[in-house]
């Protein structure tokens, strides 16, 4: 599952062709996704302008000049891709390859813009979402009214942390995987920040102490950012908008790494354990 970083990856990807331009024509290759589109999609879409794009968690959200905003979900396997369509193949400064004669077979929903561009968005497993909310009535919506805050935000700090935190009697992972509390963490992240703060997945998250909540902000912030730049994750689905794949799984210190020697601790051994049905990865000598 894409977690922020891939989703902000692809948005600020899809801003050059979508952001400021209207939608000349929109085709749905089916009758649904992971739930049915909503009535009339298509044609509540044409001829809209798209006033501002931005993410909400893992959701690519954008704000129509009719009032209603697209909402995006990119479930496990969805892609989307940018296609030019002038002869320069330019959009702002970017180039991309242009847009092909036929569509693909899993390429479900075709935006074409006046940036000039088109946009694709390719789920073969069919488990992304798209629907249009009332811009006014996000926060209330079902989707969205009991998701936490955003890490990368100034609402995220040492504070709302340590409120956060102080009567959870789960393990800090499960706790910091709970979309209620933080947005758009997923299970990459968590690993990669806790390993940074030196916390184990397995302690109680209200037993992690104030100077090691201090560090675990800081190390979710920081993971999050360096991951955005890189691009993020390429595991098996996540490629960006342009085709090329994200790079942060290079500098991974734990996810994915198990068996092999931990980066901090010589003789360190990087451990896998399942909690609630994911797969933790941790250092047994430098987490504690």
């Given at each position: 599952?894409?977690?922020?970083?891939?989703?902000?990856?692809?948005?600020?990807?899809?801003?050059?062709?979508?952001?400021?331009?209207?939608?000349?024509?929109?085709?749905?290759?089916?009758?649904?996704?992971?739930?049915?589109?909503?009535?009339?999609?298509?044609?509540?879409?044409?001829?809209?302008?798209?006033?501002?794009?931005?993410?909400?968690?893992?959701?690519?959200?954008?704000?129509?000049?009719?009032?209603?905003?697209?909402?995006?979900?990119?479930?496990?396997?969805?892609?989307?891709?940018?296609?030019?369509?002038?002869?320069s193949r330019k959009l702002g400064q970017f180039h991309y390859?242009?847009?092909?004669?036929?569509?693909?077979?899993?390429?479900?929903?075709?935006?074409?813009t006046d940036a000039p561009a088109r946009v694709s968005f390719?789920?073969?497993?069919?488990?992304?979402?798209?629907?249009?909310?009332?811009?006014?009535?996000?926060?209330?919506?079902?989707?969205?009214?009991?998701?936490?805050?955003?890490?990368?935000?100034?609402?995220?700090?040492?504070?709302?942390?340590?409120?956060?935190?102080?009567?959870?009697?789960?393990?800090?992972?499960?706790?910091?995987?709970?979309?209620?509390?933080?947005?758009?963490?997923?299970?990459?992240?968590?690993?990669?920040?806790?390993?940074?703060?030196?916390?184990?997945?397995?302690?109680?998250?209200?037993?992690?102490?104030?100077?090691?909540?201090?560090?675990?902000?800081?190390?979710?912030?920081?993971?999050?950012?360096?991951?955005?730049?890189?691009?993020?994750?390429?595991?098996?689905?996540?490629?960006?908008?342009?085709?090329?794949?994200?790079?942060?799984?290079?500098?991974?210190?734990?996810?994915?790494?198990?068996?092999?020697?931990?980066?901090?601790?010589?003789?360190?051994?990087?451990?896998?354990?399942?909690?609630?049905?994911?797969?933790?990865?941790?250092?047994?000598?430098?987490?504690?």
């Amino acid at each position: 599952m894409p977690e922020l970083p891939e989703v902000e990856t692809v948005m600020t990807g899809l801003k050059p062709a979508l952001e400021g331009h209207r939608f000349t024509h929109v085709e749905t290759r089916r009758k649904d996704l992971r739930i049915p589109f909503p009535k009339d999609f298509a044609k509540r879409l044409n001829g809209r302008k798209v006033l501002h794009l931005w993410r909400r968690a893992k959701y690519i959200m954008a704000d129509l000049d009719g009032g209603e905003t697209l909402v995006i979900h990119l479930g496990m396997s969805g892609r989307m891709t940018v296609f030019a369509k002038s002869q320069s193949r330019k959009l702002g400064q970017f180039h991309y390859d242009p847009a092909p004669d036929e569509p693909e077979k899993h390429d479900h929903v075709i935006f074409d813009t006046d940036a000039p561009a088109r946009v694709s968005f390719n789920d073969h497993r069919r488990f992304g979402l798209m629907t249009l909310i009332d811009t006014g009535k996000i926060e209330s919506h079902k989707l969205f009214k009991d998701v936490g805050v955003e890490p990368l935000s100034k609402g995220f700090d040492v504070a709302f942390l340590k409120d956060a935190l102080k009567d959870k009697k789960a393990p800090i992972k499960s706790a910091l995987l709970d979309q209620r509390l933080i947005a758009g963490l997923g299970n990459i992240y968590v690993c990669e920040a806790l390993w940074r703060a030196k916390i184990s997945p397995r302690r109680r998250a209200s037993r992690v102490k104030p100077d090691e909540i201090a560090l675990l902000a800081n190390a979710i912030k920081e993971v999050l950012l360096e991951a955005v730049e890189a691009g993020g994750s390429s595991l098996r689905d996540h490629k960006q908008v342009h085709g090329e794949l994200g790079y942060f799984q290079h500098r991974f210190a734990v996810y994915s790494r198990e068996k092999k020697l931990c980066q901090r601790a010589d003789d360190g051994i990087i451990k896998r354990i399942v909690q609630s049905g994911r797969s933790s990865f941790f250092c047994p000598i430098c987490q504690r």
